[in-house]
């Protein structure tokens, strides 16, 4: 352990004097541990992130922003005190707080040791900087290179045997850190875990970081952008249903007021979990502001028995100035590049067929087989059957439980409509919701016991159908089997929709909330091992359970329920905001009363596939839908695989408009929607970005080749009269 002989960039003067002349330290790994001043610094491509040990008992955050080259630059801190009603816990900007003493500051841990003492008195006890660390049960299995460094901060109880491990892993390119926190008890007495947080983020003072953007919605409605000042006090985002939901999503970006889409200093972070969540923004009286996140300690508590440890899901953070779409690129190359399943995270997501909107349950073979049929013509990849399939599932009242095909609906099981959809060159995919059960199924008759209840209560159903309790073992037993036997009697199937229909309530015991989740990725990973060439859509009536801790067993998301193609800009803009369209699924469907055109572009931002009753198109309709299908074939490198753009809001004026540029520059794809016809608007210039400056282009309204700094000075001129008219424009590289 090293000698807490320094107080770094710390000086005692309660009027902001420099009282301490630091020494020049220069560094040259990304992680360094300054010893002069028992400081840390991690050094991203452009960021720099430094806290310290100021007393041994408490580290203290001093600097986070675009990167420093030696600690001079780093501002000092004051170590105030404040008056009789608080102290340094309270005031000064913590790297880590936990239930102590007079800290009223929302904390990172609360625990009752088993005498009742409800307080950690922890102090520093060394760290360790580890090359491609992975550790076997991190709850979020990402794929570090070589680059990754990660600081372990150990901390122990200065009373208790009780250790407190703060992970820092650093994805240096990206400006990116993944903060996690592992607790263990190291003797004998159970510890109670009533509280405890992935990361508590600080941000700097010498401006004002108090404007919050958020996603928050609901059913239908997700992924909307919501940007507020933060008032002092605390505003907090969370999800008590067991699930991420539909109504917050666990993200932030957080700026002084002044970021736009491409320039200002703005703050980030994404929550790995998919259980009950929580995000607290607070400003706090001293000028601080600071972002805490993870599990949600409602009705939480972990008891750790004898040597157990409990590990939180990973809180993401990164820093820019690029703006928001800067953060929201940084955020899709973390998912793009470590999250999403190695095995598919680089390959082309297909275009699909999907009946739900148009035959909801009453599915059968003739019916589907005929549909894949005009598919196939289309130009369509995979076919998927949605619900209705199995059970006596010919409403939403039955059949959830019963994953055996229905023998009316499919006399010969599924084996002909895979052949079939096979022989017509295309890939077949199956629909599943493999958490929940109907009471009136065979499973629920069988095993009622499964279900998430109180014991002698009757529990709230949702869509008619209840939980089954995946923190018991039989029953996450049961739940991959479900799921793995089908696959193994049907090896043409190659992607499941994997959909969830009802929050979580009633949970019997405190600790399942948690346990429920760690089940599930375990049930995905597993089917992921044994099924790897298994392409698996994440779905929760919609976008209800999307999140960076599912991501890395799916490669697909259905971001909502509404297909409805102007309703989905401004959904589509929102997911945007925190996921890669590399995963953001969109269909064209018969929702509202838009010509296929706009259909067809809207759908075309993300993964296209279409949930039309093709069976009514006219032979125009689909000659003009396989054109464009092929269109989206030639452009979905571009929108899957490059940088995207969010150049002008639904949420702000007539018009939208997206841009995609490939990675390396010699291709960009932009899309433009007006939302009303107007006069005035309708020739509009739009700014284009991205492009190499002195690189030469082909672009449309542009005679010949011009530079890419002229197409992004001028833009592209477009027409765009009339309401809900719409353009794509493909810029190239000349060769
Ligand atoms: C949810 C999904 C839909 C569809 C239905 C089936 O609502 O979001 O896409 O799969 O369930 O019941």
């Known amino acids: 352990m090293l000698p807490i002989a320094y107080f770094p960039r710390v000086c005692t003067s309660h009027f902001g004097n420099v009282i301490f002349k630091s020494i020049c330290f220069m560094y040259d790994m990304p992680i360094v541990f300054d010893e002069d001043y028992d400081m840390f610094l991690l ?37 105030m005190g404040g008056a009789s009603f608080t102290n340094q816990k309270g005031v000064m900007p913590l790297e880590f707080n936990s239930a102590w003493g007079m800290s009223y500051v929302e904390n990172c841990l609360k625990v009752e040791f088993s005498d009742g003492v409800r307080s950690v008195h922890f102090e520093y006890n060394g760290y360790e900087i580890k090359d491609n660390y992975i550790k076997e049960e991190q709850i979020v299995p990402s794929t570090p290179k070589n680059s990754n460094q990660t600081l372990i901060i150990h901390l122990k109880d200065d009373k208790y045997a009780f250790e407190i491990d703060l992970y820092y892993r650093l994805y240096e390119e990206l400006d990116i850190i993944e903060r996690w926190m592992e607790v263990k008890n190291t003797g004998k007495s159970q510890i109670k875990v009533e509280n405890i947080l992935s990361a508590l983020w600080n941000f700097p003072v010498y401006r004002s970081f108090t404007r919050l953007t958020h996603l928050h919605g609901s059913h239908s409605h997700e992924f ?8 002092p006090g605390k505003l907090v985002l969370d999800s008590r249903r067991g699930s991420t939901g539909h109504y917050r999503n666990p993200i932030f970006m957080l700026d002084d007021g002044e970021a736009n889409e491409e320039n200002g200093h703005v703050y980030f972070g994404a929550l790995a979990w998919s259980g009950s969540w929580k995000i607290v923004a607070e400003r706090t009286s001293h000028g601080y502001t600071r972002i ?76 589907q087989m005929e549909l894949a049929e005009v598919a196939a013509e289309l130009g369509v990849e995979i076919f998927v059957m949605d619900d209705g399939w199995f059970g006596e599932r010919n409403h939403d009242r039955a059949g959830l439980g019963d994953w055996i095909p229905n023998p009316e609906k499919f006399p010969n099981g599924l084996g002909p409509l895979i052949q079939k959809v096979k022989d017509l060159g295309m890939e077949f995919g199956l629909w599943f919701e493999p958490e929940m059960v109907n009471p009136d199924s065979d499973l629920y008759r069988e095993h009622p016991e499964w279900v998430i209840k109180f014991p002698g209560r009757e529990p709230d159903q949702g869509r008619n159908q209840l939980n089954l309790n995946l923190a018991l073992l039989e029953v996450k037993e049961y739940v991959y089997n479900a799921v793995a036997n089908i696959l193994e009697q049907h090896p043409g199937i190659t992607y499941i929709k994997w959909d969830m229909n009802k929050s979580i309530c009633d949970m019997p015991e405190r600790w399942m909330w ?97 949930g039309a009753n093709i069976l009514k198109w006219t032979e125009k309709e689909k000659r003009k839908a396989k054109q464009y299908i092929q269109k989206y074939k030639e452009i979905r490198e571009v929108v899957q695989f490059g940088d995207l753009y969010r150049i002008s809001s639904p949420r702000e004026g007539a018009l939208t408009a997206v841009e995609y540029v490939s990675k390396d520059k010699s291709r960009a794809v932009l899309f433009a929607f007006k939302k009303v016809s107007d006069l005035s608007d309708d020739i509009i210039y739009i700014p284009v970005k991205g492009l190499k400056p002195d690189v030469k282009y082909i672009a449309p309204g542009f005679m010949g080749t011009v530079e890419g700094k002229a197409i992004m000075n001028q833009g592209i001129k477009t027409s765009l009269s009339g309401t809900h008219s719409c353009h794509l424009f493909e810029i190239k590289k000349q060769e």
């Open 43 to 79: 050094n991203g491509k452009s960021t720099t992130y430094a806290f310290g040990i100021a007393r041994k008992d408490m580290l203290l955050s001093f600097y986070w922003g675009p990167k420093v080259s030696t600690t001079d630059e780093i501002p000092l801190v004051n170590m």
């Open 224 to 231: 909307q952008v919501a940007r507020t000042d933060l008032a």
């Open 292 to 367: 805490l996140g993870g599990l949600n300690n409602y009705d939480f508590t972990y008891n750790l028995k004898d040597s157990q440890s409990l590990i939180t899901p990973s809180f993401f953070g990164g820093f820019t100035q690029g703006g928001f779409g800067g953060a929201s690129r940084l955020l899709h190359d973390l998912q793009t590049t470590y999250i999403l399943p190695e095995n598919k995270k680089d390959k082309i997501r297909k275009v699909i067929y999907n009946s739900w909107e148009v035959t909801t349950f009453s599915v059968n073979e003739t019916q």
């Open 514 to 610: 948690y346990e429920y989740v760690k089940n599930l990725y375990e049930i995905f990973g597993r089917l992921r091992d044994a099924f790897p060439y298994l392409h698996i859509e994440n779905c929760s009536g919609g976008g209800g359970r999307a999140d960076m801790g599912l991501m890395p067993y799916y490669d697909t998301n259905w971001t909502s329920d509404n297909t409805n193609p102007f309703h989905r800009l401004f959904i589509q803009e929102g997911f945007s905001m925190a996921y890669t369209p590399r995963i953001m699924s969109a269909w064209v469907t018969d929702m509202g009363s838009f010509d296929l055109k706009y259909r067809f572009y809207s759908s075309m931002m993300g993964i296209m596939g279409i």
